[in-house]
C-alpha cells in the first residue's frame, strides 16, 4: 500500500532519502533508456507521481513549494529521475485543473494505483477532423514524450486553424497509452532515462468529454468547477508547467557542486604553485562563485513556487504581468545555473571527460534542459523586458 505521506516536511525528507540509491542506479537508468523498475517502485510507495492530483483521487495536494523541493532532492540523485517525477507529477495538476469532473472520473475511479501520465502538447504533425461527438485523429506525431514507457494515460495537443490555416485554438485531449505507438528514437546526448520517445496515433477517436482548450485553460477558464473549492488548482497553469522544466536543473548543479567538493581534498595540482588543488586562490574564487549562483538559482526558482502558491491560497488566477515574470524568474535561474556548472568543470580539470563519470553525466543532462525554448534566459528577459517597456509579450502562452 502507498504511503500518501501528509506532512510536507515529510514527503521532501523521503526525497533525500533515496539520493544515494538514485546516484547508484545513474549509469544502469542511462544503458536503460528509461527509468528502472526499483526506482519507479519507490517514487510510487512514496506517492511522488501524486502530489499534485485531488485527494479525492488518491492524490495528496501539496503545494507547489514542496513539490518543488521534492524534484530538487530527486534530481540531486539522478537528472533523468528528477525530470520524470517532476513532469509526471506537474500533468496532474494540468490534468486536474483542465478537464471536467467526468473525465476525472473515467481515468480515477477503481484506478487511483496505477494512473501516470505522459504526453506533449506540440505535435510535430496532426491530421485531424471534427466528428459527432468528438475528434478523430486521422495521423499524429508527438516528439519528445517523457515517460513514455511508464505511462498510463496521455495528453496531447491537437492545433485548432481557420480556413486560412490560422491558429485559432489549442485543444489538450486525453486518452488511454494503449491507444499510442510508442517509437523506439530516444537515443540522446542527456537525459537518456527519461524514455522520451516520439509517439503516434493512428484513427484515434476522441471523445468531446476529454478534449478541453488548452488556450483557456492557460488563462484560467477551467472545465475543473468541481475542485474550483480547492486552492492548488487555482495555480496558474504555464509558470507551473516551465517551473517543472527547470527545477531538475538545479538539483543537478547542486550535486556537481558536492561532488566537486566531497573529491576535492586529496587532488593535487599541477601549475597552480601549490600542491593540492584545495589550496589554490583560483579554486577559492571559483567554488565561492559557483556557490553563490546555485544560491541565486534556487531563490529564483523558490520565489515562483512561492508566488504561485500565494495567488493561489488566495484563489485568483495570477495576472498575465506576474506569469510573465515568473517566466524571466526560471529563465534567469536556469542561466545561472549554467555559468555555476561552467564554473564548476572549469575548476575540475578535464577528467569529467570520461565515459561514467558524475560530471560528465550531470554536463549531458544539463546541456540537454538547458536547451529547451522555454526556458531560455534570452527568451524570457526579452518577454519581460517588452511587458516592462508597455508592449506585449512575444510569448503566445504565459
Known amino acids: 500500500m502507498n504511503k500518501l505521506l501528509n506532512r510536507e516536511a515529510d514527503i521532501v525528507e523521503e526525497a533525500r532519502n533515496l539520493v ?14 528509461r527509468i528502472p523498475e526499483a526506482s519507479m ?3 510510487k510507495e512514496a506517492g511522488f507521481f501524486k502530489m499534485l492530483r485531488p485527494k479525492r483521487y488518491g492524490g495528496q495536494e501539496i503545494n507547489m513549494r514542496t513539490y518543488s523541493e521534492v524534484i530538487v532532492e530527486i534530481s540531486r540523485g539522478c537528472g533523468s529521475s528528477g525530470w520524470i517525477v517532476s513532469l509526471c507529477a506537474i500533468r496532474e495538476l494540468m490534468v486536474a485543473q483542465s478537464f471536467s469532473e467526468k473525465t476525472h472520473k473515467e481515468i480515477f475511479e477503481g484506478k487511483e494505483e496505477d494512473v501516470l501520465f ?8 496532426c491530421i485531424a477532423k471534427k466528428v459527432d461527438g468528438g475528434y478523430l485523429i486521422e495521423e499524429g506525431f508527438w516528439m519528445f514524450c517523457s515517460g513514455s514507457l511508464h505511462a498510463t494515460w496521455g495528453y496531447f495537443g491537437l492545433p ?23 517509437m523506439d528514437d530516444w537515443h540522446v546526448l542527456g537525459l537518456k532515462g527519461t524514455g522520451s520517445n516520439s509517439v503516434k496515433m493512428h484513427n484515434i477517436f476522441i471523445p468531446d468529454h476529454r478534449c478541453t482548450s488548452f488556450v483557456e485553460a492557460l488563462n484560467g477558464n477551467f472545465e475543473s468547477t468541481h475542485l474550483r473549492e480547492i486552492s492548488l488548482y487555482h495555480t496558474a497553469l504555464f509558470p507551473a508547467l516551465i517551473l517543472s522544466l527547470g527545477l531538475p536543473a538545479l538539483g543537478l548543479v547542486k550535486y556537481a557542486l558536492e561532488f566537486f567538493i566531497e573529491t576535492l581534498p586529496n587532488r593535487r595540482a599541477v601549475h597552480m604553485g601549490v600542491e593540492f588543488i584545495k589550496d589554490a586562490a583560483s579554486t577559492h574564487a571559483l567554488l565561492a562563485s559557483a556557490s553563490l549562483k546555485i544560491d541565486t538559482a534556487q531563490r529564483h526558482f523558490y520565489h515562483v513556487a512561492d508566488e504561485l502558491d500565494r495567488w493561489a491560497s488566495e484563489k485568483k488566477y495570477m495576472d498575465p504581468h506576474a506569469r510573465v ?15 555555476a556548472l561552467d564554473l564548476i568543470l572549469e575548476a575540475s580539470g578535464s577528467g569529467y ?3 561514467g563519470h558524475p560530471l560528465q553525466r550531470i554536463y549531458r543532462d544539463f546541456t540537454t534542459l538547458h536547451s529547451h525554448r522555454s526556458l531560455s534566459p534570452t527568451i524570457t528577459k526579452e518577454n519581460y523586458g517588452r511587458v516592462l517597456a508597455g508592449l506585449e509579450s512575444n510569448g503566445v502562452r504565459y
Open 160 to 182: 485548432i486553424v481557420d480556413e486560412e490555416g490560422k491558429l485559432v485554438d489549442q485543444i489538450l485531449m486525453t486518452l488511454p497509452f494503449n491507444e499510442l505507438e510508442i
Open 353 to 355: 571527460v570520461y565515459d
Open 20 to 33: 544515494s540509491s538514485l546516484r547508484a542506479r545513474a549509469n544502469e537508468t542511462e544503458e536503460l533508456r
Open 41 to 43: 517502485k519507490e517514487f
Open 118 to 125: 505522459a504526453g506533449v502538447y506540440e505535435p510535430r504533425k
Open 325 to 339: 515574470k515568473t517566466l524571466a524568474d526560471i529563465g534567469y535561474a536556469n542561466g545561472v545555473l549554467k555559468e
